[in-house]
């Protein structure tokens, strides 16, 4: 079993939806990031959170450090945002990054 | 600039050959990383370094070796290459402070292709 596991794996939305990732974690964190990465491309982080919740743009993630679980919402969703999102965490010893398995986004126009 | 980089980006190689995969970073950063990406886009540690000394080092073959000349640089050579090390390789970079989550910095990744 995974130390980070991401649901949905796939997940495919019509322009201007709503969406939602979720990720959940077993391990003690002392921060949990959301990263993107785009077909073909690198990886870039988009937030890093240790408590409540962050937002830029359209996107907004938050965090319940008692319930282990974290979620990403992409607003008014855009072809744009068409990409791998994957969820990380970095362990409270410091030392070592858990990764889920990452959620393919589709945005079909 | 590009905060880590690492090059090349395309490598399309034949099995047995031995590569070097090069990594920097010009963020000042204390520890280094490799990740391994496979056909499922699942990102697995491979190996990190924490002021040029290894603090982990998963099972990989140990075809496989890491080299750290100093802190900002981490390199990746691998042996004697097989069809199945065929991935993306990335290189990425933090600092190492167990009392603050830290922002970690990717590279663009290596696309490894053995052929």
């Known amino acids: 079993k995974n130390e980070v596991e991401q649901s949905p794996q796939n997940l495919t939305a019509q322009e201007g939806e709503f969406i939602t990732i979720n990720c959940s974690y077993s391990?003690?964190?002392?921060?949990l990031h959301w990263l993107q990465q785009h077909p073909g491309g690198g990886i870039v982080s988009l937030f890093m959170l240790s408590s409540g919740k962050k937002k830029h743009g359209r996107l907004i993630a938050t965090i319940n450090i008692q319930e282990k679980h974290s979620s990403l919402h992409i607003t008014a969703s855009h072809p744009r945002d068409s990409a791998v999102y994957i969820c990380a965490v970095l362990s409270n010893t410091g030392n070592q990054f858990y990764f889920g398995t990452g959620t393919s986004l589709t945005v079909i126009p | 600039d590009t905060a880590v980089s690492q090059t090349p980006k395309y490598l399309v190689t034949q099995m047995g050959n031995d590569k070097s995969i090069k990594c920097e970073q010009n963020l000042g950063h204390d520890t280094m990383y490799w990740y391994k990406q496979d056909s499922k886009k699942f990102l697995k540690i491979m190996f990190s370094?924490?002021?040029?000394?290894?603090?982990i080092n998963e099972t990989v073959p140990n075809r496989f070796s890491p080299k750290s000349p100093d802190k900002a640089h981490l390199n990746l050579h691998i042996n004697s290459l097989e069809l199945g090390d065929s991935a993306v390789y990335f290189c990425?970079?933090?600092?190492?402070?167990?009392?603050?989550?830290?922002?970690?910095?990717f590279g663009e990744g290596s696309w490894l292709t053995v052929v």
């Open positions: 370094y924490n002021n040029k000394e290894l603090i």
């Open positions: 990425a970079s933090s600092f190492m402070r167990k009392s603050s989550g830290n922002t970690i910095y």
């Open positions: 391990v003690g964190i002392s921060a």
